[in-house]
């Protein structure tokens, strides 16, 4: 793991549990497409882990998850057709390594989430912010037009009136706002925010992972547009359950009353 960290990107790993840090807190941790590239390697990584049960993703400091892209640097990486394409391709890989990682992620926000830090923020299962937190969508201050791809989470999350509403005035939303639209979980004090997420990783890493997985892909196939579903995907993912040593574990340890220890086959 050491190997992948870069200077911006840090990704560590206790017991369980992975964390992605995105560590640029002088310029509250703006994306760059090399810090996308560099992100989607850690989560790669944890993919290929089979002792990691639980992804977090946060923001270094306290004033931001994600800021969104690094404006300063549109105008040497995102003014040509050519830049822009390319600039997509690396945000599109790691939001997608993140959506298909097959283990729970848990966007753990404080600060800003805006732009494309929300759209991070949308690709993991749980958002959980704290008080301070701010989210929304600036691109119509700065010209920019997002593709259904990019929108599609959002969408499916809060519905497109109120996609429309967060992508036409560009406003910002506290975290009860964004609570009530629909778009995080949970709004902690600030300084509650770290041990509850911690609490709530653990509980899910030590549930079954099969189990975990196969929810996963079943919601994330359903949500989609049937014609575009992987129905093989999600009936495999549960058939795997069925089939695996945890499975007879499970029932074992429910008929002796004691704790079952998944071994993830």
């Given at each position: 793991?050491?190997?992948?960290?870069?200077?911006?990107?840090?990704?560590?790993?206790?017991?369980?549990?992975?964390?992605?840090?995105?560590?640029?807190?002088?310029?509250?941790?703006?994306?760059?497409?090399?810090?996308?590239?560099?992100?989607?390697?850690?989560?790669?990584?944890?993919?290929?882990?089979?002792?990691?049960?639980?992804?977090?993703?946060?923001?270094?400091?306290?004033?931001?998850?994600?800021?969104?892209?690094?404006?300063?640097?549109?105008?040497?990486?995102?003014?040509?057709?050519?830049?822009?394409?390319?600039?997509?391709?690396?945000?599109?890989g790691f939001r997608t390594a993140l959506r298909g990682i097959g283990k729970p992620t848990i966007a753990?926000?404080?600060?800003?989430?805006?732009?494309?830090?929300?759209?991070?923020?949308?690709?993991?299962?749980?958002?959980?912010?704290?008080?301070?937190?701010?989210?929304?969508?600036?691109?119509?201050?700065?010209?920019?037009?997002?593709?259904a791809e990019s929108l599609g989470q959002l969408i499916d999350l809060v519905g497109p009136s109120v996609?429309?509403?967060?992508?036409?005035?560009?406003?910002?939303?506290?975290?009860?706002?964004?609570?009530?639209?629909?778009?995080?979980?949970?709004?902690?004090?600030?300084?509650?925010?770290?041990?509850?997420?911690?609490?709530?990783?653990?509980?899910?890493?030590?549930?079954?992972?099969?189990?975990?997985?196969?929810?996963?892909?079943?919601?994330?196939?359903?949500?989609?547009?049937?014609?575009?579903?992987?129905?093989?995907?999600?009936?495999?993912?549960?058939?795997?359950?069925?089939?695996?040593?945890?499975?007879?574990?499970?029932?074992?340890?429910?008929?002796?009353?004691?704790?079952?220890?998944?071994?993830?086959?």
């Amino acid at each position: 793991m050491d190997s992948l960290n870069t200077e911006k990107i840090l990704g560590t790993k206790k017991g369980p549990i992975g964390t992605l840090t995105f560590n640029y807190p002088e310029k509250h941790n703006a994306m760059s497409p090399e810090m996308s590239q560099a992100a989607a390697l850690v989560i790669k990584d944890f993919a290929e882990d089979p002792n990691i049960r639980v992804v977090i993703l946060r923001g270094a400091g306290s004033k931001a998850f994600v800021s969104g892209g690094d404006i300063s640097k549109y105008e040497g990486n995102r003014s040509t057709p050519e830049q822009i394409a390319a600039y997509n391709q690396m945000s599109v890989g790691f939001r997608t390594a993140l959506r298909g990682i097959g283990k729970p992620t848990i966007a753990m926000i404080r600060g800003w989430c805006l732009g494309g830090g929300l759209a991070i923020a949308l690709n993991c299962d749980l958002r959980i912010c704290s008080e301070d937190a701010q989210f929304g969508v600036p691109a119509a201050r700065l010209g920019i037009g997002y593709s259904a791809e990019s929108l599609g989470q959002l969408i499916d999350l809060v519905g497109p009136s109120v996609s429309k509403e967060i992508l036409y005035t560009a406003r910002r939303y506290t975290a009860h706002e964004a609570h009530r639209i629909g778009l995080v979980n949970h709004v902690l004090q600030a300084g509650m925010l770290e041990s509850f997420v911690m609490n709530y990783a653990d509980t899910m890493a030590a549930n079954a992972p099969l189990s975990i997985v196969a929810a996963k892909r079943v919601i994330d196939e359903y949500v989609k547009d049937a014609t575009q579903r992987d129905q093989a995907l999600a009936d495999g993912a549960v058939a795997t359950c069925f089939a695996s040593q945890d499975y007879v574990e499970g029932r074992r340890a429910f008929m002796e009353k004691r704790k079952p220890v998944w071994l993830g086959r």
